[in-house]
């Protein structure tokens, strides 16, 4: 028999199409319901098997999102209202997209990032994906956060990273609207 290689915490993949219309309420009220759980993985082992059979961020189609979030947790701002998220645009010309989406994971599984990163989101869009990097309460050392992406993703210093209160998300229905520049 094999040893496995539990993980500090279970894991779950999400799959999330880009919602039909243009109702910003109704597309509100949908996401949960197009939320897909892809693979749940507590080893190692099972993270290798699933991220092996998903799609590369490059693959999947354009306005969709591909998700990973601790334990079951489904990745919604209502989820940790508390919360936030740290934003970055990677253009697709540059040929990182894939790699910038590996070393989150792999910083999520490692413990890299500090308890209080929840998950990882990547939204494919038609020149560029946006990563985003949830955290379940505000962050106190923003400029840490940003030093530490921009070191794990190889960004230099002028590469923009933004933070963005789910609190706001909430209310304006953006992620990508009234963030804060954190570099």
């Known amino acids: 028999m094999s040893e496995t290689h539990s993980l500090s915490c279970s894991w779950t993949f999400w799959y999330c199409p880009k919602p039909k219309g243009h109702d910003k309420l109704q597309l509100s009220l949908s996401y949960e319901q197009h939320l897909v759980p892809l693979a749940f993985v507590k080893t190692a082992e099972e ?6 059979f998903l799609r590369r961020i490059t ?3 354009f306005g969709c999102n591909l998700l990973f979030f601790k334990e079951c947790n489904k990745p919604m701002w209502e989820s940790w209202p508390d919360g936030g998220c740290w934003i970055l645009k990677a253009k697709r010309a540059d040929g990182h997209v ?3 989406w590996e070393s989150l994971l792999l910083a999520c599984l490692d413990d890299t990032f500090s308890e209080k990163v929840v998950g ?3 939204s494919a869009r038609s020149s560029e994906v946006i990563f985003q990097v949830w955290v379940n309460e505000g962050i106190e050392n923003r400029d840490s956060v940003c030093a530490l992406l921009k070191q794990l993703l190889h960004l230099d210093e002028a590469h923009p990273i933004y933070y963005k209160w ?3 998300s909430l209310f304006d229905l953006s992620t990508m609207k009234n963030f804060i520049v954190c570099n």
């Open 166 to 168: 789910h609190r706001l």
């Open 47 to 52: 993270f290798i098997s699933a991220y092996t």
């Open 120 to 122: 990882v989101m990547a």
């Open 59 to 61: 693959e999947i189609p």
């Open 98 to 100: 894939d790699e910038y």
